[in-house]
T-cell receptor, first 112, second 112 residues
Framework: SQKIEQNSEALNIQEGKTATLTCNYTNYSPAYLQWYRQDPGRGPVFLLLIRENEKEKRKERLKVTFDTTLKQSLFHITASQPADSATYLCALGYSSASKIIFGSGTRLSIRP | ETGVTQTPRHLVMGMTNKKSLKCEQHLGHNAMYWYKQSAKKPLELMFVYSLEERVENNSVPSRFSPECPNSSHLFLHLHTLQPEDSALYLC???????????FGEGSRLTVL
């Protein structure tokens, strides 16, 4: 079965630095990969989607890369702010299936 | 009015009770999902409905019974639950299983 690993359960970063989160998967490469943000007691909120034929996607201070050879996605937040503190979830989607599989998330803390 | 609304937000029930969780989406999407989120575990997909037909049933115990009367509403009927069923139950919707999921805020369930 497909496994998704997000680099660490928690990551602490100094404000202003770039936060880098990792998502690794085994077995089959997904048709697309998504990143979500989840705040405590709230539902996840979609941030970015990158397809298997794309190397990089950007949105404001966010950047996602997708390396199907390494079976890895990196999620970067540049000029990080305390308001970026949250849990970030990686999710894989397959074109032939109706399910999206989630990783267990990385809890990011940005200290002032 | 938010895109995906879940009620109740909090529910405490005994093991012999029968209750239901409700989800309503105002986005015109044609697919709806139930996910279970337990502490320190990835989101687990429970059920997927596409055009009001169930297309995925992820080996969920029969004490959880979904219902999708139309494309905007989704229910999760609960009966004779176990304490380990205590979790955050998240409803989501999407268009055609091909992109982002829009989540509700979740229903926090506690089974005594």
């Amino acid at each position: 079965s497909q496994k998704i690993e997000q680099n660490s359960e928690a990551l602490n970063i100094q404000e202003g630095k770039t936060a880098t989160l990792t998502c690794n998967y085994t077995n089959y490469s997904p048709a697309y990969l998504q990143w979500y943000r989840q705040d405590p007691g709230r539902g996840p909120v979609f941030l970015l989607l990158i397809r298997e034929n794309e190397k990089e996607k950007r949105k404001e201070r966010l950047k996602v890369t997708f390396d199907t050879t390494l079976k890895q996605s990196l999620f970067h937040i540049t000029a990080s702010q305390p308001a970026d503190s949250a849990t970030y979830l990686c999710a894989l989607g397959y074109s032939s299936a109706s399910k999206i599989i989630f990783g267990s998330g990385t809890r990011l803390s940005i200290r002032p | 009015e938010t895109g995906v609304t879940q009620t109740p937000r909090h529910l405490v029930m005994g093991m012999t009770n029968k209750k239901s969780l409700k989800c309503e989406q105002h986005l015109g999407h044609n697919a709806m999902y139930w996910y279970k989120q337990s502490a320190k575990k990835p989101l687990e997909l429970m059920f997927v409905y596409s055009l009001e037909e169930r297309v995925e049933n992820n080996s969920v115990p029969s004490r959880f019974s979904p219902e999708c009367p139309n494309s905007s509403h989704l229910f999760l009927h609960l009966h004779t639950l176990q304490p380990e069923d205590s979790a955050l139950y998240l409803c989501a919707s999407s268009q055609d299983h091909t992109g982002e999921l829009f989540f509700g805020e979740g229903s926090r369930l506690t089974v005594l």
